[in-house]
């Protein structure tokens, strides 16, 4: 008869106390402490070094992963530069490449309080010119379509004429005219759409109050001309009762965005 094979008890109690002891170890370890389990096995510690680099390297790191377009890595490190060196040489270049980190990943809220912060912390640094140039594309690009919200391009107009006030003849002066000429035709565009919107339910009054406001404050605006045309046809009782979208036909059959490049062409 086959003799059974069986675990000395002593092994197995030995077993038993090294299984229970490495559990206690798992459910004990803190989470968000220093070590954990990736640590205590060797895992994760090419991804944590970096922490412990001084401001110097930190910034140099950070620059090398901008300058290839790593947006969403460079920010971590100057980040890491803020957070732990504030007052370091290296933490206002940090600030504004976390801003323009947030710009060139599109968030352009986020990248705009950036640039005010540091507006606000560094008003004599020497990259002022840029940064109140970015401060208003934050908000120059978030302007939408002519039939929703125009904050961002009356923001924007602001910030640019801001800028050109300040540094009349910096780098930027001929973009930022060439912005403020694009916003300030979205927000005609705007108006002209709302005129639309009045003639087509026929509250005609509201049309040429519409109307003479583009007028008044946009007179050499492209839409200038077609704007007395309406106007006069609306003041003599002669409103176009048909084929009213011939008349915003520029409205309504190009991209209703602004301009991306309006200095090009």
């Not at 412990?52 to 930190?58: D, I, R, S």
């Not at 270049?93 to 060139?104: M, N, T, W």
Request: aromatic share 12%.
């Amino acid at each position: 008869m086959q003799k059974e094979f069986k675990i000395p008890a002593r092994a197995d109690r030995t077993h038993a106390t090294l299984l229970t002891y490495f559990l206690l170890l798992v459910l004990l370890m803190p989470l968000s402490g220093c070590t954990s389990l990736n640590n205590l096995f060797g895992l994760g510690e090419d991804e944590d070094k970096d922490i412990y680099l001084p401001a110097e390297q930190l910034i140099v790191k950070g620059m090398d992963e901008f300058n290839v377009g790593n947006y969403y890595l460079a920010i971590d490190y100057f980040n890491e530069i803020l957070d732990r060196y504030p007052f370091s040489p290296q933490a206002p270049l940090a600030e504004l490449k976390a801003a323009d980190c947030e710009y060139f990943q599109e968030k352009y809220i986020e990248a705009y309080i950036l640039y005010k912060q540091f507006e606000d912390r560094h008003p004599t640094n020497e990259a002022m010119p840029y940064v109140m140039y970015q401060k208003a594309m934050s908000r120059y690009q978030q302007i939408n379509t002519v039939d929703r919200d125009v904050t961002g391009a009356v923001e924007a107009i602001q910030g640019f004429r801001e800028l050109l006030r300040a540094f009349p003849d910096s780098p930027y002066s001929d973009d930022a005219n060439a912005r403020i000429k694009a916003a300030t035709e979205f927000l005609v565009n705007h108006e002209l759409f709302v005129v639309h919107f009045y003639i087509r339910t026929k509250k005609y009054s509201q049309a040429q109050t519409r109307l003479k406001y583009i007028l008044a404050m946009y007179p050499d605006s492209e839409v200038a001309p077609r704007a007395q045309e309406l106007l006069e046809l609306l003041e003599a009782g002669d409103p176009p009762s048909s084929g009213i979208t011939g008349w915003f036909s520029d409205l309504f059959n190009r991209e209703k965005k602004v301009e991306e490049n309006p200095g090009k062409g």
